[in-house]
């Protein structure tokens, strides 16, 4: 068990650019999820993937906001042109062997994403 | 939205006394969960508690839930200075027990 990786760990970019970032998971866990955190703030849901599917979205995820997990496995976060209220945590987790339920989601380091 | 509520938002405590942490939530759940996190760093999780049980302990972590309230505790006994943190709550709805519900957390400081 490899935990749970994210990267960049850090990203500073300007207003109106584009982002990614990647997550890998767990490799036997079949969810993963996607939150983003302000400063004293809890982690707000953003999107769940079981295996390759996208099954939920929250409505703070705009059309700006896309997320991607091909062939089930690592999964991609991309927020297009960029403004200042982007700037936050994004944190990546995963849970989820099969056959078990009430199981405990395991969190990345997350990316500290900056808008100057 | 946020579901659950922690309280205190703040806590500083002396190295060796016990921390109560509370948490109280709005809708029916699947489970509560309580996670860890270090400044800078992921959420670690603590402990699981099922709709259908009371208590649970874990080292020196004591986990209480009452759903008639809608309110679980957190007890962190003989603290030390690395359980320095801010420590949440997270709830897992009946309908949608994948998607966690988060308050804004605790904030524990354990002066040495």
């Known amino acids: 068990d490899t935990g749970v990786s994210q990267n960049p760990r850090h990203k500073i970019t300007k207003r109106g650019q584009n982002v990614t970032f990647r997550c890998d998971p767990i490799s036997e866990h079949n969810r993963l999820y996607w939150y983003r955190q302000t400063l004293g703030q809890g982690p707000e849901f953003l999107t769940y993937f079981q295996n390759e599917a996208q099954l939920e979205k929250s409505r703070l995820l705009s059309d700006r906001f896309s997320a991607e997990r091909p062939k089930g496995s690592f999964s991609t976060l991309e927020i297009q042109r960029t403004e200042q209220g982007d700037s936050a945590m994004y944190l990546c987790a995963s849970s989820g062997s099969p056959g078990q339920s009430n199981q405990p989601q395991h969190f990345g380091d997350g990316t500290r994403l900056s808008i100057l | 939205s946020q579901q659950g509520e922690e309280d205190p938002q703040a806590l500083s405590i002396q190295e060796g006394e016990n921390a109560t942490m509370n948490c109280s939530y709005k809708?029916?759940?699947?489970?509560l969960q309580w996670y860890r996190q270090n400044s800078g760093r992921g959420l670690v999780h603590l402990i699981l508690i099922r709709s259908n049980e009371r208590e649970k302990h874990s080292g020196r972590l004591r986990v209480t839930l009452d759903t008639s309230k809608k309110s679980s505790s957190l007890l962190i006994t003989a603290s030390r200075a690395a359980d320095t943190a801010s420590y949440f709550c997270?709830?897992?709805?009946?309908?949608?027990?994948?998607?966690?519900?988060w308050g804004a957390g605790t904030k524990l400081i354990i002066k040495p």
């Open positions: 809708t029916s759940i699947n489970n």
């Open positions: 997270a709830t897992a709805r009946m309908d949608s027990n994948y998607q966690l519900i």
